[in-house]
């Protein structure tokens, strides 16, 4: 440090610590599992350096996944098979996508400088699609992930003050400041929304009332986040996860609890004034409205053009220029589609839609199918993971937050974990 070279200095003092970490946890694949989890939610306000995140937590924990034996479960052992969980070849189609996709991208010259970065995220997607799958050994186990994911939530939801040190124009504004980065709006809204839609479902089937009361505490978090971003897909989103719960509970009290607590929080001033802002930008002349219709025109565009290649992991924000997009390159080239299934057809062609599709599809329905245990009672681990994908499947239609290296290894995460319960139910 004294001789000038701090980033020297940072590594000698910090790799040993994290090798210390990674030799610890790599007795069993629930610490590794746990590891990734509860580190995942720092990317929700870019509190971890991008490049720890990628190589310390993401691949250093999918690489130690692959090759720490599975740890024995206590539970489900009656219906656990030996097979796999049911999506080995929308995986592969997915991986055969990203690879013919990026040759394109080289062969026309419009590989952007980040497209090897991208690449290499979705290898991690897929891996965490897989060993999520693979290494969970009972329905217990992924419950006690997920709550230990919604705690790291909730705990670094509290220091939203204290990390989004400085917001740009005002308090509904596109982007955050944190310490390793600039966090948009709508990435922080889908992290919220996603660990709220699972806290709400823990909420409700909670039968304990001193477990439930902790789990609304907890679930106050990310609810007061997402109206803080003012997220208008994230709202969408969360709005699809609770009608989901509501069907699948049928509860008529929670029909009426939930419309009243809206009717009272709509009614404070705080919370109404920042509603109505968001709802009255809403229109034919909203700038965000515009450009989403210009993107997702010009998206098709691209894809249909390309539509069995693709351009590119999220590579379309550098070749839309190539097809007369009419933004200045230095003012447009930050925008994807704004959409999820626009941006994976321009990206990875029809086949690598197909494939995200499908394995979105085989997620939803898997952890929808495991809803029941062996006792006859709702999973709250299943209609969890199933509102929360059915949450991110909506946004999607009005955003493309998965350039966030977060966001893609969280819905990594949760489809890999749909597939867990979907072997452990035997349901494959």
Same mark, same amino acid.
């Given at each position: 440090?004294?001789?000038?070279? #701090?980033?020297?200095?940072?590594?000698?003092?910090?790799?040993?610590?994290?090798?210390?970490?990674?030799?610890?946890?790599?007795?069993? #694949?629930?610490?590794?599992?746990?590891?990734?989890?509860?580190?995942?939610?720092?990317?929700?306000?870019?509190?971890?350096?991008? /490049?720890?995140?990628?190589?310390?937590?993401?691949?250093?924990?999918?690489? +130690?996944?692959?090759?720490?034996?599975?740890? &024995?479960?206590?539970?489900?052992?009656?219906?656990?098979?030996?097979?796999?969980?049911?999506?080995?070849?929308?995986?592969?189609?997915?991986?055969?996508?990203?690879?013919? &996709?990026?040759?394109?991208?080289?062969?026309?010259?419009?590989?952007?400088?980040?497209?090897?970065?991208?690449?290499?995220?979705?290898?991690?997607?897929?891996?965490?699609?897989?060993?999520?799958?693979?290494?969970?050994?009972?329905?217990?186990?992924?419950?006690?992930?997920?709550?230990?994911?919604?705690?790291?939530?909730?705990?670094?939801?509290?220091? +939203?003050?204290?990390?989004?040190?400085?917001?740009?124009?005002?308090?509904?504004?596109?982007?955050?400041?944190?310490?390793?980065?600039?966090?948009?709006?709508?990435?922080?809204?889908?992290?919220?929304?996603?660990?709220?839609?699972?806290?709400?479902?823990?909420?409700?089937?909670?039968?304990?009332?001193?477990?439930?009361?902790?789990?609304?505490?907890?679930?106050?978090?990310?609810?007061?986040?997402?109206?803080?971003?003012?997220?208008?897909?994230?709202?969408?989103?969360?709005?699809?996860?609770?009608?989901?719960?509501?069907?699948?509970?049928?509860?008529?009290?929670?029909?009426?609890?939930?419309?009243?607590?809206?009717?009272?929080?709509?009614?404070?001033?705080?919370?109404?004034?920042?509603?109505?802002?968001?709802?009255?930008?809403?229109?034919?002349?909203?700038?965000?409205?515009?450009?989403?219709?210009?993107?997702?025109?010009?998206?098709?565009?691209?894809?249909?053009?390309?539509?069995?290649?693709?351009?590119?992991?999220?590579?379309?924000?550098?070749?839309?220029?190539?097809?007369?997009?009419?933004?200045?390159?230095?003012?447009?080239?930050?925008?994807?589609?704004?959409?999820?299934?626009?941006?994976?057809?321009?990206?990875?062609?029809? /086949?690598?839609?197909?494939?995200?599709?499908?394995?979105?599809? +085989?997620?939803?329905?898997?952890?929808?199918?495991?809803?029941?245990?062996?006792?006859?009672?709702?999973?709250?681990?299943?209609?969890?993971?199933?509102?929360?994908?059915?949450?991110?499947?909506?946004?999607?239609?009005?955003?493309?937050?998965?350039?966030?290296?977060?966001?893609?290894?969280? +819905?990594?995460?949760?489809?890999?974990?749909?597939?867990?319960?979907?072997?452990?139910?035997?349901?494959?």
């Amino acid at each position: 440090m004294g001789r000038g070279h #701090s980033q020297l200095a940072i590594a000698l003092l910090v790799v040993p610590i994290q090798l210390c970490l990674m030799l610890l946890i790599s007795g069993s #694949s629930s610490n590794i599992m746990r590891y990734i989890v509860v580190l995942l939610p720092a990317s929700m306000f870019e509190l971890l350096p991008y /490049v720890y995140m990628h190589l310390a937590v993401y691949a250093g924990g999918i690489i +130690l996944l692959s090759v720490v034996a599975p740890t &024995a479960g206590s539970d489900d052992t009656a219906r656990k098979p030996k097979t796999g969980t049911g999506n080995t070849v929308p995986l592969a189609l997915f991986a055969v996508a990203v690879v013919l &996709a990026a040759a394109n991208a080289y062969l026309r010259g419009w590989a952007g400088a980040d497209l090897p970065r991208y690449c290499f995220s979705a290898g991690l997607f897929l891996g965490a699609v897989w060993l999520f799958g693979a290494r969970p050994e009972s329905s217990k186990e992924v419950r006690r992930l997920l709550d230990l994911m919604m705690i790291s939530y909730a705990v670094i939801g509290i220091a +939203l003050p204290l990390v989004a040190y400085s917001i740009t124009a005002d308090m509904l504004s596109e982007i955050i400041l944190s310490p390793h980065g600039a966090v948009n709006r709508n990435v922080v809204g889908a992290h919220a929304s996603t660990a709220a839609s699972y806290l709400l479902v823990r909420a409700v089937l909670e039968r304990r009332w001193g477990a439930r009361v902790l789990r609304v505490l907890l679930l106050c978090v990310p609810l007061v986040v997402l109206v803080f971003t003012g997220s208008r897909g994230a709202w969408l989103g969360f709005g699809a996860s609770f009608l989901y719960l509501v069907f699948v509970v049928r509860s008529v009290w929670l029909f009426w609890l939930s419309l009243t607590f809206g009717s009272v929080l709509i009614t404070g001033d705080i919370v109404r004034a920042l509603v109505m802002t968001r709802v009255q930008a809403t229109g034919a002349v909203d700038p965000s409205l515009l450009g989403r219709l210009l993107l997702w025109r010009f998206g098709l565009v691209v894809g249909l053009n390309n539509w069995l290649t693709g351009v590119g992991f999220l590579n379309f924000r550098h070749v839309k220029h190539s097809y007369g997009f009419p933004w200045p390159r230095a003012v447009g080239l930050p925008y994807n589609t704004h959409n999820l299934y626009l941006e994976f057809f321009t990206s990875l062609g029809i /086949v690598g839609l197909v494939a995200f599709v499908w394995l979105l599809m +085989l997620g939803i329905v898997a952890a929808h199918k495991s809803r029941y245990g062996l006792s006859g009672r709702l999973r709250p681990e299943s209609i969890g993971i199933a509102a929360m994908l059915i949450g991110v499947a909506v946004h999607g239609m009005l955003d493309a937050v998965i350039w966030q290296h977060g966001m893609l290894m969280l +819905l990594g995460v949760l489809l890999g974990l749909a597939g867990a319960l979907r072997r452990l139910n035997g349901r494959v």
